[in-house]
């Protein structure tokens, strides 16, 4: 029996799993220039058993974005071949818009290699103009939602620590090079900081690795409260910790790592019977000149950090 009650709001793509006997119904932008096509796409997406598509038209790139701009969608379709864009751009300058949406090409049967193009650079798959059933277009639609919605899941977990939660050192080299180009086009100087726990060997071999575990949470929820929206904080490996900041002056980036550890020093980390108190050191650098790429930079840190260290810890190097 088929519940009649659908809702409008975007589903997740578990929902479509959840219940087998009740309508469930898809946002969709249909992104098509050719009357023709789009009525026929429309034709094939009605009357479906079990799934209900409310479908919104535009037809040209410039109505789709203000389109995306006001509605959340499940998902595109999109024409390669558009009044105000043509080939891959349509496509590219739909996902840079929303990264977040599942987006299915539409093409000619000739221009395949098009669509794989498309496909290489993020889109969940494509639909040959001329050559689909309703049937074969809606399990493209549906697969192409729940693929988008895994995908999605791996990425987040390949960029994330899964001790602390925080960004990892993979992403951090993804961003470094975004902060590069926000210092040069800001006039801002990208300063680089490692903050590194100090005598955490101590905490494992005196209350053990969860213990030694938990205080790294701790650590990682203080420094993320403490760190500007606009930085970089992740995990940098073991009990290390890195922040990139966009600065005017050497005083401000320096301030800002200084109140990160002046933050972690003053808190103590409840530990049932027990409250623990951590310091850590930092060491810190401007990427710029020989130091501009991110090995030079964190080895110029790590370099200000064995300072820190020696100069008696809790304290910040440049
Ligand atoms: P220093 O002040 O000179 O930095 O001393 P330290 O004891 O902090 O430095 P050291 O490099 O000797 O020890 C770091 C320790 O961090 C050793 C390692 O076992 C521990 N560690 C690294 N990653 C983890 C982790 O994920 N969990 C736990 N519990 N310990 C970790
Ligand atoms: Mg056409
Ligand atoms: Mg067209
Ligand atoms: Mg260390
Ligand atoms: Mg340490």
């Known amino acids: 029996l088929i519940d009649p009650a659908t809702t409008s709001a975007p589903v997740s793509a578990d929902r479509q799993f959840i219940d ?20 026929i796409l429309q034709r094939a997406l009605r009357g479906q058993y079990r799934y209900s598509f409310e479908v919104d038209q535009a037809a040209t790139l ?20 558009l009044p105000d864009a043509s080939g891959s751009e349509s496509f590219e300058r739909l996902r840079s818009f929303d990264s977040r949406l599942p987006i299915i090409v539409l093409t000619g049967c000739e221009d395949e290699d098009l669509a794989i193009r498309a496909i290489q650079c993020g889109a969940q798959d494509y639909i040959a103009k001329g050559v689909f059933t309703p049937q074969s277009l809606v399990r493209v639609i549906r697969f192409a939602i729940v693929r988008h919605e895994m995908l999605q899941g791996f990425k987040e977990a390949a960029d994330s620590d899964p001790l602390t939660g925080m960004p990892n050192r993979r992403n951090l080299s993804q961003r470094y090079g975004d902060f590069i180009h926000t210092s040069a086009e800001s006039g801002f100087d990208l300063w680089v900081a490692l903050i590194d726990i100090d005598h955490f060997k101590h905490i494992n071999d005196q209350h053990g690795h969860c213990v030694g575990d938990r205080v790294l949470k701790n650590v990682a929820t203080t420094l993320m409260r403490s760190c500007p929206a606009d930085f970089w904080c992740g995990r940098f490996g073991g009990e290390e910790f890195a922040v990139l900041m966009l600065c005017q002056s050497e ?15 003053s808190r103590t980390i409840p530990l049932g019977d027990q409250d623990l108190r951590v310091t850590a050191s930092a060491g810190m650098v401007r990427a710029s000149g020989t130091n501009q790429d991110d090995t030079a930079a964190f080895e110029c840190c790590d370099r200000a950090l064995y300072a820190a260290k020696a100069a008696g810890r809790n304290q910040v190097k440049i």
């Open 251 to 265: 005083s401000e980036a320096f301030q800002h790592a200084q109140r990160m550890l002046d933050e972690l020093s």
């Open 62 to 81: 410039a109505d789709a974005i203000t389109k995306l701009q006001s509605t959340d969608y499940d998902v595109c379709l999109v024409d390669l071949n």
């Open 20 to 39: 087998s006997t009740k309508q469930v119904s898809f946002r969709l932008l249909l992104v098509e220039d050719d009357h023709m096509d789009a009525e």
